[in-house]
């Protein structure tokens, strides 16, 4: 009896060794696999920044305590700070944007693809640099630590004289080398919605978080340069005896702030555009209705973009601007809040009269639209000038920030996180522990963030080591630290989650959420190639027309 040696499976050929498929991954250009890796990134650093918060909110939760130095506290609020904007949101939202945009407009892949994986790797260096910090930041012969300069490093703390050692060194060169990351990938998403868009997908019929996404890789292309310009400028101040932000040898320490802050203002709307994305897929889609106004979100989301490179200053009020400066800041802040609301209200009337299925993404995406509707207007609170001079050094501040970046920002990438994860792995998740994460969260986050605007009000300054035991500055602190503890086991349950449904998951099939665009029309997880044959589209909602061609409302321009 003969034997078909080749018919024969051996473990080898059964499964790929692990360095075979680490080596598949780390060399990967699919855009598939780089947005997965972004987003695995992204939560690994998510882990590290909440430490850090813990910390600090473990060192404010009683006066005068001594949990930490006050050395150590400057660098936890300092790595929270940078690691929470740079190294978690940034990396999460684009690695949505990689894997979904090229499948959500009918394309095979990005318009660069190996500029993707060297614009994910630059990324991921920057990361690593700024954490070997806590190694090599007096040199790799002396006791490391980490910068200590804020997420800001306002002059002249990022001076030589004020933070001797390399860690400061280490933060301006990770900014740098992310950012070179950021630009490459705003590029590719640039080029790769003008110009591999299928047959029929014109601008009028691309999805919402195409557009939107788009939007925020232009306006980081163009908030990006000063923030390099300013670092580059740092390290020839630390390093080859410059002088640009040093006020003794006739710098300005302001030049350093307009510099900061003309990236740092429109970075809130680069995060929170994509955010913007995600409800514009999710609401519609468990509201059974089509998104209200389209062609007013397409435009809101532009005046955005416009309107956010004027407001920067805005941080700046307490600086002593001249009246016509504060004046005009002013406006322009009130101003970004209109094409803000109606896309609130676009929102809510995409719901308005339909049949809502109250499913977890849908929680979370309900969940920011309360909280960035009040994050919006404690932020025009903040747009007048005698208001502003009496809050931006106090916690007030804090919380309204955190409302935006956790209570926004967050909130639309857990929402994403469920909506997609079906896609992404072929399973589906725990929806009872998926509810379960959606309100410890929102009780967490709003014992957090909520009592954290009352001592502000009370007078309390932000960047502080330790306090006086003034009245009720004590009891608010206890509540706000419990609130944070309550949102990291929340995190902890959502990150179980994950895992567990990857392995025991319901299989989800292609359209677990009978939704309308294209990516819901591939397997789960979808082909390499994406599609057999690239598809032809006739409408904003391709998929819905093949499910359903009897609706006569499948079909719209």
């Given amino acids: 009896m003969s034997t078909n040696v080749s018919a024969i499976e051996t473990p080898q050929s059964a499964a790929p060794a692990w360095t075979e498929t680490l080596h598949e991954w780390v060399t990967t250009v699919d855009h598939k696999r780089l947005g997965i890796l972004y987003i695995l990134y992204g939560l690994g650093f998510l882990v590290m920044a909440g430490i850090e918060a813990l910390i600090i909110r473990i060192q404010l939760m009683h006066a005068h305590s001594s949990f930490v130095s006050p050395q ?18 940034m990396p999460i939202l684009f690695g949505f944007a990689n894997y979904l945009v090229p499948l959500m407009i009918g394309a095979r892949d990005m318009a660069f693809p190996r500029l993707n994986a060297f ?81 029929g997908m014109h601008l009028g019929r691309m999805p919402l978080l195409a557009w939107l996404n788009f939007v925020m890789s232009g306006m980081v292309l163009i908030a990006i340069t000063p923030l390099t310009a300013a670092q580059m400028m740092l390290l020839v101040d630390r390093y080859l005896g410059g002088h640009f932000f040093d006020t003794q040898a006739g710098g300005s320490a302001t030049l350093w702030m307009h510099f900061f802050w003309i990236f740092g203002h429109p970075e809130v709307y680069i ?84 049949r809502i299925q109250f499913k977890t993404p849908m ?28 809050l931006s050094l106090s916690y007030f501040v804090v919380a309204h920030f955190h409302y935006v970046i956790v ?27 998926g509810k379960w994460h959606f309100w410890l969260f929102v009780i967490g986050f709003h014992m957090t963030f909520d009592v954290m605007h009352v001592p502000g009000i009370l007078g309390m300054p932000r960047r502080i080591y330790t ?7 004590e009891t608010l602190n206890l509540i706000v630290t419990i609130g944070a503890f309550i949102q990291a086991a929340a995190i902890l349950l959502f990150v179980y989650n994950l895992v567990v449904s990857y392995w025991k998951g319901a299989k989800a099939g292609n359209d677990p959420w009978d939704a309308w665009t294209l990516e819901w029309s591939v397997s789960s997880p979808p082909p390499a190639y994406n599609f057999a044959t690239i598809p032809v589209v006739a409408s904003r909602r391709p998929l819905w027309d093949q499910k359903h061609p009897e609706d006569p409302d499948s079909r719209y321009e």
């Fill in 271 to 354: 995060l929170v555009i994509p955010a913007f994305a995600f409800m514009s897929e999710i609401i519609p889609v468990f509201s059974r209705k089509p998104i209200f106004g389209y062609p007013v979100m397409v435009g809101a989301t532009v005046g955005i973009g416009f309107i956010s490179m004027s407001v920067w200053a805005h941080h700046m009020f307490t600086v002593g601007m001249n009246s016509y400066a504060n004046s005009f800041f002013a406006i322009t802040t009130m101003a970004v809040g209109v094409p803000t609301g109606i896309k609130i209200f676009n929102w809510l009337g995409t719901m308005w009269g339909g």
């Fill in 407 to 433: 209570g926004g920002i967050l909130f639309a990438v857990f929402a994403a996180f469920y909506y997609w994860y079906p896609k992404f792995t072929g399973r589906m998740f725990s929806e009872r522990l």
């Fill in 72 to 89: 150590v506290f400057n660098r936890m609020f300092t790595m929270h700070g940078t690691t929470m904007i740079f190294f978690v949101v």
């Fill in 119 to 199: 614009s994910f790797w630059l990324t991921a260096l920057g990361g690593l640099l700024l954490y070997f910090s806590f190694l090599g930041g007096n040199g790799l012969y002396g006791a490391g630590n980490a910068p200590d300069v804020g997420w800001w490093a306002y002059a002249p703390l990022g001076a030589k004289a004020f933070s001797p050692g390399h860690s400061t060194g280490y933060w301006t060169i990770a900014l740098l080398v992310s950012g070179f990351g950021s630009v490459g990938t705003a590029i590719n998403i640039i080029a790769t919605v003008l110009c591999m868009r299928c047959p």
């Fill in 467 to 473: 306090y006086e035991p003034r009245p009720g500055w």
């Fill in 363 to 390: 929680l979370f995406s309900i969940g920011f639209l309360f909280q960035f509707l009040i994050a919006g207007l404690t932020g025009i609170i903040q747009s007048s000038v005698p208001v502003d001079w009496q």
